[in-house]
């Protein structure tokens, strides 16, 4: 290879900007087109031009309502949430040195829900705290527990680590079920509790423009924030020491990474609940791919956790006709397998 | 003085690790840094690298306390190999050696034709160039060792320190990355084991116990009443017929190790410290 060729080898992050858009529109569409009722592309695109360049092409009302008001927003939060939880966990997976970790085996998102739950249905704070700040307490506190107790069961470097720690996000996320569990029957009528449940186990149905509004600077913002770190994500892949000795200010980007973390996190599950395995199965997929430096792994999840979301949300909701299933179902089906796979495969250590 | 020790301490729920290290490293100098196993020596080059915080004390880069400099400006200017460094991440030998360019590279100052010839040196000057495609998990001991040690060349520092540099090393990369070491325009602190590779360095720093016990030339240092007292080794002394260089021969010495030798009483902390000589 020559030097020039090199070069460009060892940037080939600037692909994914051109990449990216056509991707991330193709699927977008796709959400929205198809659906309980298939809405013809066509019309789709009308009311997408009626809509943000203020065009007239005489949509039906109808039609209009609900692929904007309905389709249209889902879609980008599902986006949204794929990349949060993906970028989520590229960066746990990267800080902690341990392949299974994500907000959803470590227990943050369990911690979020019950945050959620406890502003929302207990009412704590009487109001002055938002649903998304109980969330992001919540997973604050759970990501504290767990790292408390994985590092008194004793850490350490490879995948004995990685089993305590994710013994331990079992443990928390267990707790933090049951503290949700005791809210809810505490707290909630039937209506409520059912509607909870339901929402725990991850979904999209009830989300609308003002979501988005939270969503898309969660979403990008935590990219902008993981490409800002790129470089010091790769630092850690000798452990924490050899980060500092190549220049990391390691205590201050773990603080910032994992409080970014904790806060998409929270964001996403104060919306559509806590959907799991996206942060495991994305990064995984993705340095199959694109290797495991994080110039490339960052954009790649991003752009991958997306798509995989809005496929998931599509899959949904035409998977058994005239019901939808939770996400998280899908989502599950999807990540148990890889989750096993990846054990299998992190015990020959690779 | 281009790095300087004072009182530099460091301890773990009250037992003293590094204790009162007083140490000045001067600018080119080959400063080696020799002692048994648990004596100190890892943890010294961490709070001298910058890495770990010292508990008490401080050290001092061309006179500016390290405490007041940032990682990066640290980074810039020393580089650690460390004696364990491992992953499980699927990265190649490249990939590896590109990591020593971190503390020159930002998100606005991205990587360089220039980076590119200064990570393939580095591959080149540890004769690892040639696997610049391989896996980490593919490759030896030695093999993983070279490319940490082009890892730290990669840094351009001018500082270099390494913890034992040559484990795992085969005879022949032992002493082409000694000699390679030796040869960079650097300033190097290295802990080694083979007291005889000890000896090419300019000093030579003692540890036992947390403390230092001695420092200075390798001839005076390297006494047959220190390396009883400390390495608790009988030595003797040859001269190379060819260069006439001194050449050390060790024996195993009369004091047992503790816990080995049952019902043996041993000094409870640190037997090495010992100022009488317990057998002669
Ligand atoms: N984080 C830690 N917690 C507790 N004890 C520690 C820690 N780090 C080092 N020690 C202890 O401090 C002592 C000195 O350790 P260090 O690694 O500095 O020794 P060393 O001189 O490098 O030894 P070796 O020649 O075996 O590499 C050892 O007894 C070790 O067990
Ligand atoms: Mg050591």
């Known amino acids: 290879m020559s030097d020039a060729a090199l070069v460009r080898a060892r940037r080939p992050h600037w692909h994914w900007g051109w990449i990216a ?7 977008l569409l796709a959400g929205i087109c198809i659906g309980e009722t298939r809405i013809p592309l066509e019309t789709v695109i009308k009311v997408l031009g009626a809509r943000i360049f203020g065009m007239d092409l005489g949509v039906d009302r109808i039609d209009a309502g609900i692929i904007w008001s309905y389709r249209a927003s889902r879609a980008v939060v599902a986006a949204c949430c794929g990349t949060g939880l993906a970028l989520s966990g590229v960066v746990l997976q990267a800080l902690l040195r341990n392949a299974l970790a994500d ?8 911690g979020a829900s019950t945050g959620a739950v406890a502003v929302t249905v ?13 969330a992001f307490a919540g997973a604050v506190l759970a990501f504290a527990l767990v790292a408390i107790l994985a590092r008194a069961a004793g850490g350490g470097p490879g995948m004995q680590a990685a089993g305590v720690i994710v013994l331990a996000g079992i443990a928390g996320s267990q707790l933090f079920n049951a503290l949700t569990a005791f809210i809810i029957a505490k707290s909630a009528n039937a209506e409520q509790a059912r509607g909870i449940m339901f929402w725990l186990l991850g979904n999209l149905s009830g989300v609308r ?14 990219l902008g924030i993981c490409l800002w770190f790129i470089r010091a994500l790769d630092a850690f892949t000798f452990g924490a020491d050899s980060a500092a000795a190549l220049g990391v200010p390691v205590r201050q980007v773990q603080v910032i990474l994992i409080a970014a973390t904790a ?42 956790g997306a798509v995989f979301l809005i496929a998931s949300d599509i899959i949904s909701r035409v998977l058994i006709p005239g019901q939808v299933l939770p996400i998280g179902v899908i989502t599950a089906l999807v990540g148990a397998p890889a989750f096993a796979l990846i054990l299998i495969r992190g015990g020959r250590g690779t | 003085m281009i790095l300087e020790a004072q009182d530099l301490g460091w301890s773990v729920s009250g037992a003293d690790i590094v204790d009162g290290v007083c140490l000045s490293v001067r600018e080119g100098e080959t400063l080696g840094l020799i002692g048994p196993n648990g004596s100190g020596k890892s943890s010294l080059l961490k709070m001298l690298a910058g890495i770990r915080r010292p508990g008490r004390g401080q050290v001092r880069l061309d006179g500016r306390p390290m405490a007041d400099m940032g990682q990066r400006a640290i980074a810039q200017n020393i580089a650690l190999v460390e004696q364990q460094a491992d992953t499980g991440n699927r990265i190649t030998v490249r990939d590896a050696v590109e990591l020593g360019r971190t503390p020159w590279l930002s998100a606005l100052q991205p990587w360089s034709s220039q980076d590119d010839a200064i990570v393939g040196r580095a591959l080149d000057d540890v004769g690892m160039g040639h696997m610049a495609g391989r896996y980490w998990h593919t490759l030896s001991g030695g093999e993983r060792q070279r490319v940490h040690i082009a890892r ?13 540099p040559t484990n795992h090393l085969d005879i022949h990369h032992q002493l082409s990355i000694l000699h390679l070491v030796r040869a960079l325009p650097v300033t190097v602190v290295v802990a080694l084991h083979d007291l005889n590779q000890a000896m090419d360095c300019d000093r030579i720093a ?18 047959e009443t220190i390396l009883s007292e ?15 260089a001194r050449i050390m021969r060790f024996q195993s010495g009369d004091r047992a190790t503790p816990g080995i030798a049952a019902g043996r009483a041993t000094t409870p902390d640190f037997p090495y410290l010992a100022k009488t000589k317990v057998a002669t």
């Open chain 1, 122 to 134: 207990a009412g704590l704070g009487a109001g002055a705290i938002s649903l998304s700040a109980g």
């Open chain 1, 263 to 304: 806060l998409v996190t929270a964001c996403m599950v104060s919306m559509v609940g806590s959907i799991g395995f996206v942060g495991l199965v994305i990064p995984h997929a993705m340095r199959f791919v694109v290797g495991v430096r994080h110039g490339r792994l960052v954009p790649a999840s991003a752009l991958a």
């Open chain 1, 209 to 222: 423009w003002d979501d988005a509004l939270v969503a898309v600077p969660a979403a990008f913002g935590g």
């Open chain 2, 152 to 164: 730290a060349l990669a840094q351009e520092p001018r500082i270099l320190m390494l913890d034992e």
């Open chain 2, 206 to 223: 003692v540890m036992s116990g947390g403390r230092l016990m001695d420092q200075g030339a390798p001839d005076a240092v390297l006494t």
């Open chain 1, 21 to 27: 858009p056509p991707v991330l529109a193709a699927a």
């Open chain 1, 103 to 110: 907000p959803y085996l470590l227990g943050i998102s369990a």
């Open chain 2, 230 to 244: 400390i390495f608790d080794v009988r030595a003797r002394f040859l001269t190379d017929p060819v260069d006439g």
